[in-house]
Structure formats: C-alpha cells, structure tokens
C-alpha cells in the first residue's frame, strides 16, 4: 500500500486495536500470535514516528513467529543500513531472504549498499537493469490470459513496474540524492493510481531542493489533496512558509497539524517559533512552556524558553529553564555547549565562559585536549579574547592551532584514498 493508504490505516481503529493488543502483550511480555502483515504494518508505523527501536523489535518479533518472513528480512535489512548505518549487519541480514530475486525490495537494498560503498554508476545501473525488466516481463503479460494482476509477490508484477520510478526517486530524496531523484520522476508522465500522495510530496522534495518554494507549495498543496491529515506535508508546507516569511499561512499550517495531532511536539515548538516571529510573544511563551510540560524529557522547549527571555533581559528566568534543559539532558555536552553558544552571541560572554569552561576543564585536566570538539575551542578563545583573559588565550589558543593543524592533516589522510 501507498504511503497515504498506510497513514489513513494507521489512524483507523482497526489499528489502534491492533497495536494496543500488541504493546499490552509487550510490556507484559506475552507471547501474543499475530500476522506477518500484522507486525509489519506495526514495525512500518514505528519506522514513521521515528522509533527506531521498536520498529526493529517489531521486525525481530515477526521473525521469532514466522522465521522465514521475508518482508520481515527485507525491512530489517533496510533499516540495518538506512537508520543503524551498519552494512554488515544489512548484508548478514538480506542473506537470509528466500529466492530474494523475487521481491523488487532486495534490488533496492543491493543498490542501496552499492551507494553506501560510493557505487553510484553500479547502483543507479542496477536499478535501470531491474525497471528494464520488469517493464519488459509487464509488457509480455499484459497480453498473458493467464496473469493475475493481484499477485504481487513474483517479480514482473504490473505494479512493480509501473510505480518503480516513484519507490526509486523516493529512495534517492531520502538519501539527499535529489539530480538522481529529478531522473527518475521525469521517467513518470503521470502518478500512479494510489499513490498521488507520494508523487507530489516527492515532487515537492526534489523543488525544496532547488530552492523553488512555489512549486513546493504547489506539490504540497495538491499532495494535501490526496491526504489532508498528513502531519508530515502539513509541516513541510510549514516550514516553506516560515522559510519565506510568510508567517501567517505558516502558523495556519501548524494548526491543521495540530487539529490531526493535538499532542505534536514538533508542530507545538513551530507554532511557538510562528507566534514569536509575528510578536504575539506571549501566545509564544505559553506554546512553549506547553511544550515543556507535555514532554518533560526533551530539553529543547526549555532551551527556547531560556533564549526568549533573556532576549527580553529576564536574566534570572532564562537561567532557571537553562539549568532545567541541562538537567533534562543528563548534562549532556552538547546541551551545555549549546547554551554556552547562545549565551555567546548574545553578548553574555561572562556566563558563556563559564559554561564552556566547565565543558572544557575535565579535557584539560585528563591531557585530552586532542579529543575536545574543536567548535568549544574556538568559542573558549573567543571569550577569552572578550574577557582579556590572556594567559587563558594564549593557553586555549596553542591548543586550538594543534587541532586545526591536526584535522588539516586527517582531511588530508582522507582525500589520499
């Protein structure tokens, strides 16, 4: 099924019954018999929302009830590369398919793990060699008495032939390779029938791509039509307008988002990022601190809510969500080091030296210098350098020249092969 079928079926109750039962039986860990295509609709739905690990548990669950599942295999293997960047495990994985020339899906793996090894002649030629064939095996049955059109597994299928161009711009958007997409897009006079949806939305991709924000509008538009509850094209559509400044119609856009999924978290932070921009500063304020109170384990709603107010020189209440954003991130560096940056370039270079002191000082003391990410470096020299804090910069400075010396040389090491 299409992208758009797959989004209306997993917003059926037909659906949210079926992964309620399965997450019950889950986290009670019951051994719960489902379908193949049960599970795999169940791992494709995880895939959308970005959990990564419960779509590969799906995926391995279908595989512990029906071992030699090979949509299973096929998109366990896909994800093994796309999403977990391991071609080993992908390989060790789609080894395990039965008959894998019967499934259009193995040719898109093995162009897909071609391009990861920079093959790209070798991938895009695979794929032409498989849509060659099965335009030609298309061609001969069209005028076979005995072809079923609705047997899709055996490869030749009609739809695999009419809709390949489509799957394979699709893979190539997904993979930043928008030239390749745009060549196999012009391959399609007209979308297939059931997959509008997936036309205009890649067409409006490979547009974004170019910079062309009109004809982004114009596909997403049209793409709408085809499934005006998708949160995901309602966004695109936001961010084109918000990128063109057109803010009006981009908070209009974040409000269908939000109509079809009060409990977004991306489309509440890009209402409040809208409402900022038009001035309804406290319409924004409150966005955010929504946002912060409906997903207390991400930190970046606290982080906007700091930045905020210490541009209104509220200095003691961007400190408290500051400090609340570290403590949401376990302290992590990159939390902190985005603090200390936009403390920076705010002109607080007292309170950015700080926190990239305390970043930094652990590297110091345990003589790893070499291992402190360059970006922290310059931003310590350029504090120090506000604060006339010389024997500091020069310090920080000595450093900071041994590690552009360093990645000068790797760059180097990596250009040579």
């Given amino acids: 099924?299409?992208?758009?079928?797959?989004?209306?079926?997993?917003?059926?109750?037909?659906?949210?019954?079926?992964?309620?039962?399965?997450?019950?039986?889950?986290?009670?860990?019951?051994?719960?018999?489902?379908?193949?295509?049960?599970?795999?609709?169940?791992?494709?739905?995880?895939?959308?929302?970005?959990?990564?690990?419960?779509?590969?548990?799906?995926?391995?669950?279908?595989?512990?009830?029906?071992?030699?599942?090979?949509?299973?295999?096929?998109?366990?293997?896909?994800?093994?590369?796309?999403?977990?960047?391991?071609?080993?495990?992908?390989?060790?994985?789609?080894?395990?398919?039965?008959?894998?020339?019967?499934?259009?899906?193995?040719?898109?793996?093995?162009?897909?793990?071609?391009?990861?090894?920079?093959?790209?002649?070798e991938a895009d030629a695979l794929l032409l060699e498989k849509y060659s064939s099965l335009l030609s095996k298309s061609s001969n049955a069209s005028g076979d008495a005995g072809y079923d059109e609705d047997e899709e597994d055996g490869e030749g299928y009609d739809g695999d032939a009419e809709r390949m161009p489509l799957d394979v711009a699709m893979m190539y958007v997904d993979l930043g390779m928008h030239d390749m997409a745009l060549e196999w897009m012009q391959r399609m006079e007209t979308p297939v029938s059931g997959m509008e949806y997936e036309y205009y939305e890649t067409w409006a991709r490979i547009s974004h791509s170019t910079g062309d924000s009109a004809k982004v509008i114009e596909y997403l538009n049209k793409a709408l039509d085809y499934d005006p509850y998708s949160i995901n094209a309602w966004m695109q559509l936001y961010d084109t307008y918000f990128n063109i400044e057109q803010y009006e119609k981009a908070l209009e856009c974040t409000e269908y988002a939000l109509a079809i999924e009060p409990d977004d978290a991306e489309a509440l932070m890009c209402r409040g990022n809208t409402l900022y921009e038009l001035n309804r500063t406290e319409e924004a304020i409150e966005t955010y601190k929504t946002c912060a109170q409906m997903y207390p384990e991400q930190d970046y709603p606290c982080m906007i809510l700091g930045t905020v107010y210490l541009e209104h020189q509220d200095f003691k209440t961007a400190m408290g969500y500051f400090r609340e954003a570290i403590e949401r991130s376990g302290y992590d560096i990159m939390t902190m080091a985005h603090i200390g940056m936009i403390f920076y370039e705010m002109g607080y270079y007292q309170s950015a030296y700080q926190i990239f002191h305390t970043i930094i000082t652990p590297f110091h003391e345990e003589a790893m210098m070499d291992e402190c990410p360059l970006p922290l470096l310059k931003y310590m020299v350029n504090c120090c350098i506000k604060l006339d804090k010389e024997e500091e910069l020069r310090c920080y400075y000595k450093y900071l020249e041994q590690r552009k010396q360093a990645t000068a040389q790797e760059d180097n090491t990596d250009n040579s092969f």
């Fill in 1 to 121: 099924m299409g992208n758009s079928d797959f989004n209306r079926y997993i917003r059926s109750e037909e659906f949210k019954n079926l992964l309620s039962s399965y997450e019950a039986a889950r986290l009670k860990d019951e051994m719960l018999y489902l379908d193949s295509d049960d599970l795999i609709d169940i791992a494709e739905y995880y895939h959308s929302i970005n959990e990564y690990d419960n779509a590969l548990d799906a995926a391995d669950y279908c595989l512990e009830l029906h071992p030699d599942e090979s949509a299973a295999l096929l998109f366990k293997a896909r994800m093994m590369l796309i999403d977990n960047h391991d071609p080993e495990g992908a390989r060790e994985v789609f080894s395990k398919v039965k008959d894998p020339d019967n499934y259009v899906e193995s040719t898109y793996i093995r162009a897909e793990l071609l391009i990861y090894d920079y093959r790209l002649d």
